[in-house]
C-alpha cells in the first residue's frame, strides 16, 4: 500500500510541476502582444479494489465502493481564445484584429503559421514580417519612398508614395473551427493540427472572420489575478505531494526495519 501511495504521490507532484509551467508561462507572456492564455486539465488515473456492488468472496455485497486512486496526469494543455484589449500604438505597421482570426504568416520551412500578434515590420526586401523574420501571406512589398501605409476595413494595402497611392496587397486572416487544437510553435506563432479543424481563410469581415484595426495591438488576455491564484493553488499542491512523499519513504522505511 505504501508504494502504491508513493506513485500516486509522485504522479501528483509531477501534475502540479506541470501546472506550474503553464501558470509561470502566462505570467511571464502577459505583456506579449496577442498572446493567449495556456490552460491546463486534468484527470484522474486507474482506480483499483473492490466495484461498487461487487461481492468480496464471502457471500456479502458491499453497499458501496471500496476503490483507490492511483493519481493524476495531465489531460490536456490547450490555449483559451478570448478577444484580448485593444491598445494604441506607435508603429507604423501595427495591425490588432476584433473577432476570429489570426494573420497567416510563412514560416522557415515553408509551411504556414498563424498569429494574433500584429507587431509587424518590414524586411530588406520591403515585405511585411514579423519580429522574428516571418513573412506575412500575401507577398506584401512597400516600395522604399513609402510616406504612409493605409490598411482598410476589408484588408485592402494601399501605400502612399511622392507620386500618389499604390495599392501593394490584399490582407486575408484564416480561422478554426477548434482554435484550442492549434499546436503552439513558438514566437507567438500557431500551427494547424487535426484537431483545430481545416483552416478557413478569406478577407476580414467575411466568413465569420472579424476586422482589422490599424495602429492598434491586441494585448495578451491573461488575467494576471487568476493566474497568480493558480500559482498559489499549484504550489500547494506540488508542496503536499512532497510532503506526502517524505512521510510514505519514513513509513517505507519503518516497515523495512520492522521485517528486519
Given amino acids: 500500500m505504501a508504494l502504491s501511495a508513493l506513485t500516486t504521490s509522485t504522479a501528483g507532484l509531477q501534475a502540479a510541476s506541470s501546472f506550474l509551467d503553464v501558470t509561470s508561462n502566462n505570467v511571464a507572456n502577459s505583456d506579449t ?3 493567449k492564455t495556456g490552460q491546463i486539465t486534468f ?17 456479502v455485497t458491499p453497499p458501496g ?15 483559451r481564445f478570448t478577444q484580448g484589449a485593444l491598445i494604441a500604438s506607435a508603429g507604423r ?7 476570429e482570426g489570426f494573420f497567416p504568416v510563412t514560416l522557415p520551412d515553408g509551411t504556414t503559421g498563424y498569429t494574433r500578434a500584429g507587431n509587424f515590420t ?8 514579423t519580429p522574428e523574420g516571418y513573412r506575412l501571406v500575401g507577398n506584401f512589398i512597400i516600395p522604399p519612398n513609402t510616406t504612409e501605409v493605409v490598411v482598410a476595413s476589408d484588408g485592402i494595402v494601399t501605400a502612399v ?11 486575408s486572416l484564416t480561422r478554426f473551427a477548434n482554435p484550442g487544437g492549434l499546436s503552439r510553435f513558438g514566437d507567438n506563432v500557431f500551427t494547424e493540427t487535426t484537431a483545430s479543424g481545416t483552416a478557413t481563410t478569406g478577407a ?33 499542491a506540488f508542496s503536499f505531494n512532497t510532503q506526502a512523499i517524505q512521510i510514505e519513504s519514513q513509513v517505507l522505511q519503518a516497515t523495512f526495519e520492522l521485517i528486519r
Fill in 33 to 35: 502582444p496577442g498572446y
Fill in 43 to 59: 484527470q484522474d488515473l486507474l482506480y483499483s479494489g473492490f466495484a461498487a456492488g461487487s461481492s468480496t468472496g464471502q457471500g
Fill in 65 to 79: 465502493s471500496t476503490q483507490i486512486g492511483t493519481g493524476a496526469i495531465v489531460d490536456a494543455i490547450s490555449g
Fill in 93 to 99: 505597421f501595427d495591425l490588432a484584429i476584433t473577432g
Fill in 122 to 129: 518590414t524586411d530588406n526586401t520591403g515585405q511585411l514580417v
Fill in 161 to 171: 508614395t511622392d507620386t500618389g497611392r499604390q495599392v501593394v496587397g490584399q490582407l
Fill in 204 to 236: 476580414p469581415n467575411t466568413n465569420g472572420l472579424g476586422d482589422v484595426t490599424q495602429g492598434f495591438l491586441e494585448r495578451s488576455n491573461v488575467d494576471l489575478t487568476n493566474e497568480l491564484v493558480n500559482l498559489i493553488i499549484a504550489q500547494r
